[in-house]
Every structure is written in C-alpha cells, then in structure tokens.
C-alpha cells in the first residue's frame, strides 16, 4: 500500500521532504551510534598495547687509507658475506655469559649486519684511491678477483667483565677470478673493542670503531694480497 492511501487523521499534514528526512535520521540514529561503538571497541582490541619505541642505530664507519697500501691495476668485485641467521640479524644481540645471547630492548641495528660489512669494506676500498675499479659483486664490472667474506660473529661481550665489548669476527678469501676462482689467500679477521660504558649508544660507537678497525685491515689485506699475486707472474 502506498503512502498516499494512508488516511491521514486530524491536524496531520505533509512535513515535506526536509521533516521526512530528519524523522528518518531520528529513527537510525542509535544504530549509527552503535556501529561507532563497535568499530571504536574493534579498534582497542586489534591495536592491543603499544609497543616500545625503538632506536635505530647505523654504524658508518670512514677509513683512513695507509699510504704504504700498494696501488694495484687490477680490478676486485665484493660479495655480500655470508652468515648464521642469528648473527645476521636487526637485533643487537649481546652475550652475557658464554653460554647465553640476548638482545637489547628498545634497539635495533638500521641495516643488518652483513650489509654494514660490505658497505663498510667497499667504501674502504674506493676512497683508497689504490685500486682503479671495486664493486659489488654482480655490478657488471670485469672483475680480476673476487673477496668472499663469513661473518662470524657481531655481537656485544661481557666475558665476564663489567662492561661489554663489540666483538666483530670475519673470515675472508681473495680469489683469482681468471685462475677458475682459485683461493689466492684467507685470514680471519677480529675486533674487540671495549665499550665506554653499558648504554647502549656507548655499545654501538665501540661496534663503529670497531667495524672501521676490521674494513682499514680488511681493505690493507686485499690490496697486499693481490698485488703479491700479480707481482708472482700470475696473469688477471
């Protein structure tokens, strides 16, 4: 039945389109209202606890070139190291005792570990001005030799003292890209730098010196390695 065959009774006339609207909002106002409140309830519940803020730290070490590093002709391409995944992690972990490792709360690496060995090697490398081409491998580069580098360990050490050290542990090959990639020569490579204090900011500026030790020694390595190689009659 329509709306006009409804008798309307005394006193009763058209409230036109504005009234038919409003009493029409009246009529679906609580379930609006309800339907905020289970969106704003949903909301608590998904959001949960909020979590602690987390600094983010970067070691960027710079390197200062050793005039006796020989200048070479040749040219070296660097792999991304290899590592366990529990060294190779955003948490910086630390190890209270020889058998335990935790990670501090509230603090996370900016970029992982293996990426900040890498960039930090390489960077080495190019501002020596020794070397007249190093790149990542797989750049495009026709690279001489190849540095394959293990990251053992990166991690903050008590060993039983009242403040940690950041311990930096990294294996590293030279190999002979034109010899079939044969192992020219391997060393491994530690830091342990003691921290200034417990605080984590302390902790992370002995990893950056430390990470600056181990890419200036790494960098020296390479460059004498291979230039022993080419000065052997070996051709690249």
Not at 12 to 34: C, F, H, M, N, Q
Not at 189 to 196: E, G, N, R, W, Y
Not at 212 to 218: E, K, L, M, S, T
Request: aromatic letters at 6%; charged letters at 20%.
């Amino acid at each position: 039945m329509s709306m006009d065959n409804i008798k309307r009774g005394p006193g009763t006339g058209d409230r036109g389109p504005e009234s038919r609207r409003k009493v029409w909002l009246a009529g679906y106002r609580p379930v609006a209202i309800a339907a905020i409140l289970i969106v704003l309830a949903g909301c608590s519940i998904l959001g949960g606890k909020q979590k602690e803020p987390t600094t983010l730290y970067a070691p960027d070490p710079r390197v200062q070139a050793d005039p006796s590093w020989p200048s070479v002709d040749w040219q070296l391409s660097i792999s991304n190291p290899e590592a366990a995944r529990m060294v190779d992690s955003l948490r910086i972990a630390v190890r209270p005792s020889p058998e335990e490792v935790q990670v501090y709360k509230g603090a996370s690496w900016a970029k992982m570990p293996t990426d900040m060995v890498e960039d930090a090697v390489l960077r080495a490398l190019e501002d020596s001005g020794k070397i007249p081409a190093v790149a990542r491998q797989g750049s495009g580069i026709a690279a001489d030799y190849k540095l394959v580098m293990d990251l053992r360990r990166f991690e903050s050490d008590y060993s039983g003292s009242a403040t940690p050290n950041a311990v930096i542990e990294l294996n590293v090959k030279l190999l002979h890209s034109a010899g079939g990639q044969d192992v020219v020569t391997s060393r491994t490579f530690v830091q342990s730098v003691p921290a200034a204090s417990t605080a984590v900011p302390d902790v992370v500026d002995a990893f950056n010196r430390g990470l600056g030790q181990v890419a200036h020694d790494v960098a020296g390595w390479t460059l004498v390695s291979g230039d022993q190689h080419q000065r052997m009659g070996h051709k690249r």
